[in-house]
């Protein structure tokens, strides 16, 4: 089991920064991905930014690219994401998730976490 905790949501104006935190536990030496993902009003859940858990490279959603930074720290249990000139069009849910298999879908949530751009 995982257990993934977010924190650091709330209200930013537009051009604003915001850093999110995930706190991972339990067996975390099970995940093999890693990633945030947000949910606006009245949408689908979206991909935003991810990484193999062994390390490499980051991906992002084109959206983000060149805003959002995602990181880790060297412990391993905190994930972040940093997010900067953010618009309006960020406002959603943002939740981390993880995934234990190469080829499954991510089956570990955490709890969400607000953010909300006011223009």
């Known amino acids: 089991q995982v257990q993934l905790v977010e924190s650091g949501g709330g209200l930013v104006q537009t051009g604003g920064s915001l850093r999110l935190s995930c706190a991972a536990s339990?067996?975390?030496?099970?995940?093999?991905?890693i990633g945030w993902f947000r949910q606006a009003p009245g949408k689908e859940r979206e991909f935003v930014a991810g990484?193999?858990?062994?390390?490499?490279?980051?991906n992002y959603a084109d959206s983000v690219k060149g805003r959002f930074t995602i990181s880790r720290d060297n412990a391993k249990t905190t994930v972040y994401l940093q997010m900067m000139s953010l618009k309006p069009e960020d406002t959603a849910v943002y939740y981390c998730?993880?995934?234990?298999?190469?080829?499954?879908?991510?089956?570990?949530w955490g709890q969400g976490t607000q953010v909300t751009v006011s223009s």
């Open positions: 339990g067996h975390t030496s099970s995940i093999y991905d």
């Open positions: 990484f193999r858990w062994s390390g490499g490279i980051a």
């Open positions: 998730a993880a995934r234990t298999l190469i080829y499954g879908s991510f089956d570990y």
